[in-house]
């Protein structure tokens, strides 16, 4: 099955200003400068809805295949907004993030890109889930408003040793709030044990409209269930021996897949728990290339919004 095996997502490797880790392509390097405002082409309206992107943005392996050799890192992330449209912030799953970090990356990115958030682990890694009240109400006081229009979905990525507890899991799920002063939210969980694998746990998502991630390429269980009037993959199969990351082949695969969850379709491939939703709906697609051969996913996030 295409999009289910591949290298276990390391995430230890954040930077405090909040990144994960990856490298640049030759075609980047070329056409873009130390100044460029270039941003990525969007083909049809159907891509407009699909955001593309990496995890985080500091990477020192990213610096001469991704970022030109005379960038200053201080800019890293205004180069790499300019080429793909979302980024997934890994530094605040390790800590809270000061607001005028928040601030600074706003200001630094173009009006139309979105970040993703990973939510703190002290939410998500505890006993009692429902016990996670004052965690998240820490988080969202932390700053993560200044994001404005640029704050995409939370993902709520919970540890492998997680088993599903119906009682327990949606006490969690009440707590994940709608919005917040008049910002509306979206939320993902990422889970990461077989247990979820049921049609209990999709309900459960699909009664809070919370995403289930899509974790692909991986050796976490394959989650595919359209849940929430959103979509959030994190694919994490790159490979050394592929300029691009991947293939041409499995990248063709990837944007197919991208724009039939962007129609409101799960495509066939996938692996789903339960019955798909009674009436299709377009809904936007967040897909992460994480992990894997890190200093390829810049090229493999690129190659992708260049076939959308």
């Known amino acids: 099955m295409p999009a289910t095996k591949s290298a276990k997502e390391s995430s230890k490797r954040s930077e405090k200003s909040g990144e994960e880790l990856g490298d640049k392509p030759n075609a980047a390097k070329k056409a873009a400068t130390k100044n460029s405002t270039e941003k990525p082409s969007r083909k049809s309206t159907s891509a407009a809805r699909i955001r593309i992107g990496i995890g985080g943005w500091t990477y020192a ?33 390790y800590g809270l993030q000061k607001p005028a970090s928040y601030e ?21 890694n505890r006993k009692v889930l429902a016990d996670a009240g004052d965690t998240i109400e820490r988080f969202f006081a932390s700053g993560v408003l200044l994001l404005r229009q640029k704050l995409g979905p939370i993902n709520w990525q919970f540890a492998p040793t997680r088993k599903f507890d119906a009682a327990d899991f ?49 050796e976490y269980p394959q989650i595919a269930d359209l849940t929430a009037p959103f979509v959030y993959a994190r694919i994490m199969g790159t490979s050394e021996k592929q300029a691009k990351g991947y293939s041409t082949k499995a990248l063709d ?7 039939q969850l962007a129609a409101g379709a799960t495509p066939e491939d996938l692996e789903t728990c339960a019955e798909p939703p009674a009436k299709a709906a377009k809904r936007d ?9 890190k200093e390829r996913n810049p090229a493999a996030a690129m190659a992708l919004i260049g076939k959308l």
Do not use: C, M
């Open 285 to 293: 697609v967040y897909l992460y290339v994480i992990s894997g051969f």
């Open 61 to 93: 392996p990213w610096r001469g295949p991704f970022y030109p050799d005379d960038l200053t890192q201080s800019r890293e992330l205004e180069y790499a907004s300019r080429h793909l449209t979302s980024i997934e912030i890994n530094g605040t799953f």
């Open 170 to 218: 949606e006490a969690f799920l009440k707590l994940l709030p709608a919005s917040i002063e008049g910002q509306e939210l979206r939320h993902a969980v990422e889970v990461r044990h077989d247990s979820f694998r049921t049609p209990e746990f999709i309900a459960l998502a699909r009664k809070y409209k919370v995403a289930v991630v899509l974790a692909a390429d991986s």
């Open 253 to 259: 695969a990837w944007a197919q897949r991208a724009r």
């Open 104 to 124: 600074k990356w706003y200001q630094e990115t173009p009006d139309d890109f979105v970040f993703s958030l990973k939510a703190p682990r002290y939410a998500t």
